[in-house]
């Protein structure tokens, strides 16, 4: 059976068409600039271990146009890898607000898509884009179950006193002020394979999702405890250009006494700050360079960067009390070796000791970097969004 995985942005599409049976990845691509004068596809195919790609270039002015030769080219002679559309049995989108009316996974209907719309001013910039991509895809895969993977929906198990902000209590009654969270998926898909790396399902462990956007999670027996995003994605560490954890009194000192709007604080907060706004470059790879060549501004940068993780593992130890893993996932936490050097540096007192030559070595696969008699595991685990989209997905329809 086949799934496809859609994660539509406003002006982009990324997708994944998995095939059940063997959990492979058939077909992947990306349909980008949507909307502009010159948007295009990358489509890439996957077949007896042999990849073939192609990009087409050409002026999409929707979504619907943009996935509909999705389809087309999922069915191509040359580059397809399906007969017909009805082969897919299902197409799991990624939905990233679910506020309190999704905590897992499930087939969309007309009432999901107007809770969906209910949560627009929750998540302004994703879950517009996020309901085109549903309802483009109904016509382009009549025949498909259209499923709703949440991404706040994993983190719907943290307890009141995790979630609540200590704001007047009908901020939260009335306008649903509290934490959610994001990158559930990601969070739920490492901290599940860290438990069975484990062989235990209670283990206490803190995930830790380092993207362009990043986040944190304290899971114990599989069950989210507490994350650091908060009602939106700007909370907890510091992203590649998102600022993370601020005093709020900063929004108030540039807009009361420096003359800043609202939307041009918002746009500083969420673009330009973070590692963007300490180094002048967004990309992990270009600061490490900057890092290895001794530049003060990047080391500071990378020393922050490590910093704000260290101060979460340690809140999280305390809300779990105790710490059996820490797991490195997403782009930064699989491949950054300083990253995680610096995190795990005097950290002895969590039982965290890194082993710099097991933290060296690049690979693919799930590993432990830590020392061999260290308390606490540290793990590497690729993180893999699109499958647990599909496996869960898989589980409504199968
Ligand atoms: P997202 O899905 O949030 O866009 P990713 O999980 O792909 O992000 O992570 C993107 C980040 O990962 C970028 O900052 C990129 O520099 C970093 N990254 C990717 N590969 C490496 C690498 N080999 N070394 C260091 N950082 C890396």
New binding site residues.
């Given amino acids: 059976m086949n799934i496809l995985v859609v994660n539509a942005g406003s002006s982009s599409i990324k997708y994944q068409l998995i095939d059940m049976s063997t959990e492979k990845v058939l077909s992947s691509g990306l349909v980008e600039r949507i909307g502009l004068e010159e948007g295009s596809i990358t489509h890439k195919t996957f077949c007896k271990d042999e990849e073939k790609k192609t990009k087409e270039v050409f002026a999409i002015p929707d979504h619907t146009v943009g996935l509909k030769r999705v389809a087309e080219l999922l069915v191509d002679k040359e580059v397809g890898v399906i007969s017909d559309p009805s082969e897919i049995k299902a197409v799991g989108h990624r939905l990233v607000h679910g506020g309190e009316a999704f905590t897992k996974t499930v087939v969309i209907t007309d009432e999901v898509k107007a809770k969906v719309k209910e949560l627009f001013p929750l998540a302004p910039l994703h879950n517009p884009a996020n309901l085109i991509g549903v309802e483009v895809a109904e016509k382009v895969f009549p025949n498909a179950t259209q499923i709703g993977v949440f991404d706040t929906a994993f983190h719907q198990t943290m307890p009141e006193v995790a979630f609540r902000y200590a704001i007047p209590n009908e901020m939260y009654t009335a306008l649903g002020i509290r934490k959610y969270g994001f990158h559930g998926t990601s969070h739920k898909y490492v901290s599940e394979k860290a438990a069975g790396y484990l062989g235990n399902k209670n283990a206490k462990i803190v995930s830790i999702?380092?993207?362009?956007?990043?986040s944190m999670a304290a899971v114990e027996g599989g069950v989210c405890k507490d994350t650091s995003m908060g009602i939106g994605p700007l909370n907890g560490l510091i992203m590649?250009t998102r600022s993370g954890d601020i005093d709020p009194s900063v929004i108030f000192y540039l807009v009361e006494q420096n003359g800043y709007s609202v939307n041009e604080v918002s746009k500083i907060l969420n673009k330009e700050s973070g590692?963007q706004g300490l180094t002048g470059d967004?990309?992990?790879?270009?600061?490490?360079t900057r890092y290895l060549k001794g530049d003060k501004v990047a080391i500071l940068a990378y020393e922050m960067y490590a910093y704000r993780i260290q101060q979460y593992i340690g809140k999280y130890a305390a809300a779990l009390n105790g710490l059996d893993a820490i797991v490195f996932t997403?782009?930064?936490?699989?491949?950054?070796?300083i990253?995680r050097s610096l995190v795990c540096k005097n950290m002895e007192y969590f039982g965290i000791v890194v082993d710099e030559a097991k933290n060296s070595v690049?690979s693919k696969e799930i590993r432990e970097i830590n020392e061999n008699n260290a308390k606490t595991k540290i793990l590497v685990i690729p993180?893999n969004?699109e499958l647990e989209i599909a496996r869960q997905s898989f589980e409504l329809v199968k």
């Fill in positions: 999702h380092l993207g362009n956007g990043a590649g590692m967004t990309d992990m790879r270009d600061i490490e997403a782009g930064i936490g699989e491949n950054d070796t990253v690049r993180t969004e």
